[in-house]
């Protein structure tokens, strides 16, 4: 089993920043994809970002890509979403994902193993 942990949601302003933690533990797949995923409310789950191999490799939903950083911490088990130029229009749970394969990647029914996701509200 794996078990993820998001941290480091809050209240923000348009323009600002967060960082979002995504914690694994259990068994782990150090090169397999993490994968961000967003719900806004009334919305379907939204791909954000995934990292894989060794952290060097990430794709990127195009409504996040040049604000949004993904980078992976692999002796700490933890992936990280770096998110800048935030928007009112990425208030949304904001969750981690994983599985052991490298289809799919943008696709959430693809994912086993979810975390129980981070509120993230950008007020304009």
């Known amino acids: 089993q794996v078990q993820l942990v998001e941290s480091g949601g809050g209240l923000v302003q348009a323009g600002g920043s967060l960082r979002l933690s995504c914690a694994a533990s259990?068994?782990?797949?150090?090169?397999?994809?993490i994968a961000w995923f967003r719900r806004a409310p009334g919305k379907e789950r939204e791909f954000v970002g995934a990292v894989f191999g060794s952290g060097s490799m990430t794709v990127y939903a195009d409504s996040v890509k040049g604000r949004f950083n993904i980078s992976r911490d692999n002796a700490k088990n933890t992936v990280y979403l770096q998110m800048n130029s935030l928007k009112p229009d990425d208030t949304a749970v904001y969750s981690c994902?994983?599985?052991?394969?490298?289809?799919?990647?943008?696709?959430?029914?693809?994912?086993?193993?979810w975390g129980q996701g981070t509120q993230v509200t950008v007020s304009s």
């Open positions: 259990g068994r782990t797949f150090t090169n397999y994809p």
């Open positions: 994902a994983t599985k052991a394969d490298y289809s799919n990647i943008r696709t959430p029914f693809a994912y086993n193993y």
